[in-house]
């Protein structure tokens, strides 16, 4: 990692599949980061498992987000990739933050409210101290900046929070880490209920598009997607399925919304959404390929994983070090 540059840092979670909505809102710009920043790009399977996994799935699930990350463009040679599992750093240093975090500010997290409302079952300490263990992610580089959606910005901001209280006791320790707010990236809505955004935990199939869906699949989702009553392809408010549609078009086309409507004036909404679909898979096909190459090739996965973690844990180790020895614990 060149000193020069910026540290970012984001992670994505090894739950469900990776949908249109992520690869649109994230993923794609993650790797128009990589020459200018220094990058990291974590799988994190500890945080997954605050709701309850089946072990092969997740296995599965974590080797699928990393394959992924890379077929998408994310260049192991210039960014770092990696299990956050594979670096215990996150793990030591997200104990230590638990004792500077208080629980009246996690209990007002709005994704602890809504999680342990959907798992009344499972409402786990993890689950509570989630925003620690990410808010260790993010210290642990000494990162300046982190793409994150709307959903994550009080996460962001409780990291914030926690290393402004360690920094005022001990001293300069952590880097204050602020959003990475880029050209924004398309906010893709579920296709059957586009006021909601398109989320991979989402029980209904038909709300989203898997980044590894078949062509044939991917056209049938297109084709069930909710419109409205008027037959009129134009951006509106008050039309946001057409809307949800128009601007997955562009987003993978490259064409302005301009371009779009005129393209679609005179076309009823079958064609429309037929259209759409044979864009999204279109592009898709090269990233599907790459993905099933990558998946042949198991020893360059291996070393991938196995470069990222030791490069990820020596700068992790930096930070902890300094924490350690800021707190009072015994040199190792
Ligand atoms: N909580 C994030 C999400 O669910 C994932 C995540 C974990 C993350 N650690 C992070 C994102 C650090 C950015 C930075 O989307």
């Not at 689950?127 to 263990?133: A, D, G, I, K, M």
């Not at 037959?231 to 919304?257: H, Q």
Request: hydrophobic content about 35%.
């Amino acid at each position: 990692m060149s000193e020069d540059k910026k540290v970012i840092f984001s992670g994505m979670q090894p739950s469900g599949l990776i949908t249109l909505g992520n690869y649109l809102g994230a993923l794609n710009n993650w790797t128009k980061l990589q020459d200018e920043y220094n990058c990291l790009y974590c799988v994190v399977d500890l945080h997954a498992i605050t709701v309850r996994q089946d072990p092969a799935k997740l296995r599965k699930a974590s080797r699928d987000v990393l394959i992924q990350y890379i077929a998408a463009g994310i260049d192991p040679e210039k960014s770092i990739l990696y299990y956050q599992s594979h670096v215990p750093q996150h793990a030591e240093l997200s104990w230590i933050l638990n004792c500077y975090t208080y629980m009246g500010e996690l209990g007002r997290m709005t994704q602890f409210k809504e999680k342990s409302q959907k798992h009344t079952d499972n409402i786990n300490a993890g689950l509570f101290t989630y925003p620690v263990l990410m808010a260790s992610d993010i210290l642990l580089y000494q990162t300046d900046l982190v793409p994150v959606g709307e959903d994550q910005r009080q996460h962001l901001e409780i990291t914030r929070d926690i290393a402004g209280r360690f920094n005022a006791v001990y001293g300069d320790v952590f880097k204050i880490p602020e959003a990475y707010i880029g050209k924004a990236g398309a906010r893709v809505m579920a296709l059957q209920e586009p006021s909601k955004k398109m989320s991979k935990s989402d029980e209904n199939k038909n709300n989203t598009i898997a980044l590894l869906d078949e062509p044939s699949v991917i056209m049938n989702k297109f084709k069930k997607a909710v419109t409205d009553s008027e037959n009129e392809v134009r951006f509106s408010e008050d039309k946001p399925g057409v809307s949800n549609l128009l601007s997955i078009y562009c987003a993978v086309t490259g064409k302005t919304l301009q371009q779009a409507e005129a393209e679609f004036a005179n076309c009823g909404y079958g064609s429309f959404k037929t259209s759409v679909g044979e864009a999204v898979v279109s592009k898709l096909e090269p990233f599907q390929k790459k993905v099933a190459e990558l998946e042949k090739n198991k020893d360059y996965i291996e070393k991938v994983v196995k470069e990222g973690s030791e490069k990820a844990s020596y700068l992790a180790a930096k930070t902890l070090r300094k924490v350690h020895k800021k707190i009072g614990f015994i040199p190792r």
